[in-house]
């Protein structure tokens, strides 16, 4: 046998001060005694077991098996995870050894350590940061040096950004983002009060916690009125250009608190609208535009925005400071009136933050069948495409490097997401909030190895293309005060025609397909599976032309693999139905685990043909329509089978360990609407949609078939995952007709589900079914954590929870209640009004609008389901 204290890995832990001799000897004892003879991969094995047993995080055991035995403390802190890198340095996840808590840990990178101006700028970060103390900025804890290495100590902050959500999830509702838009110009008046002003408020820069607060970060660009001069060099254009005051953009000196209003509402701008002011590809463009356009009205692009709104955000705007609000004291009471929320939107508050997880150690159940424990991060990416999540196994492969473990860095407050898309070509400045680079930010005095006058050449030279850019396109209008806005997938686009452009139009005889482009020209496609990949990771948007329905065939299925998002969606305004025949086994739809799936505003037809039934044979299971491995969003969509009555194991989307967020969608016919493999660490979301059986009973009666009555969703357990990670689903104002609400599958006492239901509302045979692990078939009260909040549930029988056999586990709302947590639950019969039907005869989902419903009503707002029209 092997004596394990003659391993790399066992070594390099004792020289770096991360284990002692009795912690790796609990690692060897963890492992198997049938793989101890295994020299090749001894280390990783160690390194995995460590990780297991929690006495290392998974960035420490890389670090290790790279080779890495120095560094990993720095004062009293132990780092434990890199979360960023920016040009100012690396920022960590540490701990504190003396108050036992995690910090958000800066350090000044290496080459800057002799730089004076870089560290007058940390230092002075550090001075800034030290006076402010308020709910809605991130607080800064200490600074100091340690062995030549300068650092900041910051609160760690589990949650996500705004701009995250934005690029994930799409608009945010206007009454959340008046309310997010308060919080941040309460922190803003705060640090006004202090004499400070931050001049990069941007979503990037704006965290949103589990709780729903949201807390303004990166307070590297921040001066303090009394010494700005010191710090600030003319010539110095700073901030991050989609969001630049005007006056800022000029001369940074003439930034004050006004400034940063403008910046906050442009932010407010791109909440609810989906997009920033100016949407142009080129730096110099953006600069000219913030000086002399206006932005498209708010009320064009999103009818939701209340008229008082829209204006309060165009004051913040106005191009002149004296024009705007003075201070954001002003702003936080302009913009109250407008954060008083319904039930929805409060909900929506904390879904945006809600979604970050704990990174710890897995449960031995949460390995999966490799045995390796993997943990989910998110990274940056500058350019076109957006960043996904990635995993990293440490048992898997050769001893990760260590470029390889600090590549795709999360930012530094615990969470990720995509840079905006830039065009640009220019030099930049890293972001000291911890995330990759940014296209869009220049500070061009900062940047080493470029005399200032060539700087300052280039700044000109931009500002002069940009002039020339603009003279051209107001020539080619004949108008003299030209607006070059991006172009939404209106119908007007889709023909052919946006906006300030002429496009050549789209000849849709030719192909149903086509690719929206990021310069807002529309180009057709030959099939749907080119327009897939040419549009993958975020170069444009796959659009199918409305009308007459396209039919498909599925045959082998189309299989998209790589990284970024791919967006389908139908053409706003008109109907876009897709008629899929499952002729194969497999599914139409296939995504890899680094592509995000984004399905908008389709009407999705499937089929499955008849299977010759052979003796002694069973029929194949047939394909679901969907296979996501990666992250998918549903929006405003309708699936449903056809015939009326569906087929056995229909099923819409099968979300492969992903996250999966369902709003505003209509699932009909299905056997399984939707089935999650639920991976440590993974959040899903159903909101606002509808789950209702097909056909009506008239044509059950005329047929003499029963309508098909299914489950809503199937939850499956799933190893692996970000370690000792929670597995949740949460259905948000949903409503469910059929079977049951959800089977569980595999869950036990040690690794539950958690359930959250909001406002929903059920007519169903039994509320869910359960079946267990093979290794643990016996049902517990602790395989599942539902917590239930203003819910109708009107349940067939006694039958809450059944097993596979349909045998009561939990047995009438009674004994429900006192096993689980449910406020405010309304046990009342529901009936629907079942019309009107749609015009080729099936239910509408106006149809599941609830009789006499009471205040609140539960379930989703039938007005909000399905397609926009």
């Known amino acids: 046998m092997l004596d394990p204290k003659t391993s790399r890995f066992w070594k390099a832990a004792l020289q770096s001060g991360l284990l002692d001799a009795e912690a790796l000897a609990a690692c060897w004892d963890a492992i198997s005694p049938e793989k101890r003879d295994d020299a090749e991969h001894l280390d990783r094995r160690l390194g995995r077991q460590a990780v297991y047993l929690q006495r290392l995080t998974l960035w420490q055991a890389q670090q290790l098996l790279a080779g890495r035995i120095t560094g990993f403390q720095v004062d009293r802190y132990i780092l434990q995870e890199l979360i960023g890198q920016g040009g100012m340095g690396r920022v960590y996840r540490a701990k504190d050894t003396r108050l036992d808590r995690h910090v958000a840990l800066k350090i000044l990178s290496p080459e800057r350590m002799n730089n004076p101006r870089a560290i007058a700028r940390f230092q002075r970060e550090a001075k800034v940061g030290a006076q402010l103390q308020h709910e809605n900025l991130v607080r800064l804890y200490d600074f100091g040096e340690s062995q030549g290495r300068h650092f900041l100590v910051m609160e760690f902050i589990e949650g996500k950004t705004l701009g995250f959500y934005i690029a994930t999830q799409g608009r945010i509702p206007p009454a959340v983002a008046a309310r997010f838009c308060r919080q941040v110009a309460l922190g803003l008046d705060h640090a006004h009060g202090k004499g400070l002003i931050h001049r990069d408020v941007n979503p990037y820069n704006v965290i949103v916690t589990k709780e729903g607060i949201a807390k303004l970060a990166d307070m590297g660009l921040a001066i303090d009125l009394a010494d700005e001069g010191k710090v600030t060099r003319d010539g110095a254009t700073v901030g991050t250009f989609d969001y630049v005051a005007p006056e800022q953009a000029r001369h940074s000196h003439s930034a004050d608190i006004r400034s940063d209003i403008y910046s906050l509402g442009c932010t407010f701008y791109h909440m609810v609208a989906g997009q920033v002011p100016f949407p142009h590809p080129g730096l110099a463009e953006k600069l000219f ?32 400071p004296e024009e705007r609000f003075q201070n954001p004291q002003e702003v936080a009471a302009a913009l109250r009136p407008y954060t008083e929320r319904s039930p929805v939107e409060r909900e929506a508050v904390i879904a945006v933050g809600a979604t970050g997880g704990d990174v710890r150690a897995p449960e031995r159940g949460d390995l999966g069948s490799g045995d390796a424990p993997t943990s989910t991060t998110g990274g940056s990416d500058v350019g076109n495409e957006a960043s996904q999540e990635f995993s990293i196994q440490v048992d898997l492969g050769p001893a ?51 005399p200032r006058w ?8 931009l500002l002069a293309s940009g002039l020339a850019v603009e003279e ?43 690719v929206l482009q990021p310069d807002g020209s529309m180009a057709s496609a030959p099939d749907l599976l080119r327009a897939m990949e040419t549009a993958l990771g975020g170069k444009g948007i796959v659009v199918l032309r409305g009308g007459t329905p396209i039919e498909l065939q599925a045959g082998e299925g189309h299989s998209i693999s790589g990284r970024g998002t791919l967006q389908i969606q139908g053409v706003e305004g008109e109907t876009t139905v897709l008629k899929i025949a499952l002729d194969a086994a497999k599914p139409f739809l296939a995504t890899g685990s680094g592509v995000n799936l984004v399905l908008k505003n389709l009407t999705i037809e499937v089929s499955r043909p008849a299977v010759p039934s052979v003796a002694a044979s069973p029929a194949p299971a047939p394909p679901a329509l969907i296979m996501a491995a990666g992250k998918a969003l ?47 660490g993974n959040d899903h979301i159903l909101r606002q949609s509808m789950f209702v059986p097909g056909g ?174």
């Open 634 to 680: 549903l929006e405003h969509c309708a699936i449903r089978t056809a015939p009326t009555h569906g087929y056995p194991g229909s099923c819409a989307i099968v979300s492969n360990g992903g996250g999966l967020s369902v709003t505003h969608c209509w699932f009909e016919g299905f056997e399984t609407a939707v089935e999650i493999r639920a991976l440590a």
């Open 696 to 869: 009506t009973p008239s044509e059950a009666v005329k047929s003499g078939k029963p309508v098909r009555r299914g489950w809503a969703a199937r939850i499956v357990f799933e190893g692996g995952g970000v370690p000792r990670g929670g597995r949740s689903v949460r259905f948000d104002h949903c409503t469910f007709v059929g079977e049951g609400l959800s089977q569980i599958v595999g869950f036990t006492g040690r690794s539950p589900l958690r359930l959250d239901a909001v406002g929903c509302a059920a007519r169903v045979e039994r509320l869910l079914g359960w079946s267990g692990s093979p290794s643990d078939a016996s049902w517990t009260p602790k395989s599942l954590t539902w917590t239930g909040v203003d819910n109708q549930l009107d349940v067939a029988g006694d039958v809450w929870i059944s097993t596979a056999e349909a045998a009561p586990t939990v047995s009438g709302a009674d004994e429900w209640a006192r096993i689980y947590s449910e406020k405010g639950l309304n046990r009342a019969a529901i009936q629907f009004t079942m019309a009107p039907l749609t015009p080729d005869g099936r239910l509408s989902p106006q149809a599941y609008s609830i009789v006499r419903a009471t205040s609140p009503t539960p379930g989703a707002d039938p007005y909000e389901v399905g397609p926009k029209p």
């Open 472 to 514: 051209g396109v107001r020539r080619s209008l004949g108008r003299g005060d030209a607006q070059v806005r991006r172009p939404t997938l209106s119908a007007n686009v889709a023909k052919g025609a946006s906006p300030g452009r002429v496009m050549p139009p789209i000849d849709w005889d030719k192909s149903p397909v086509a």
């Open 454 to 461: 060539q700087k300052a050449a280039m700044l000109l030279g």
């Open 400 to 450: 990760p490097s260590l470029t390889g473990s600090v590549r795709n860095p999360r930012p530094w407050f615990g969470t990720a997401g995509p840079r905006p898309p830039s065009g640009c070509d220019s030099t930049s400045s890293g972001s000291d909030s911890g995330s990759a680079v940014s296209a869009s930010r220049l500070d061009l005095p900062a940047g080493p190895g470029r």
């Open 289 to 320: 535009a913030h000086q002399s356009q206006e932005a498209a009205p708010l009320a064009g692009l999103t009818p939701d925005v209340p008229p008082g709104l829209a204006e309060v955000v165009g004051k913040m705007m106005r191009k002149k």
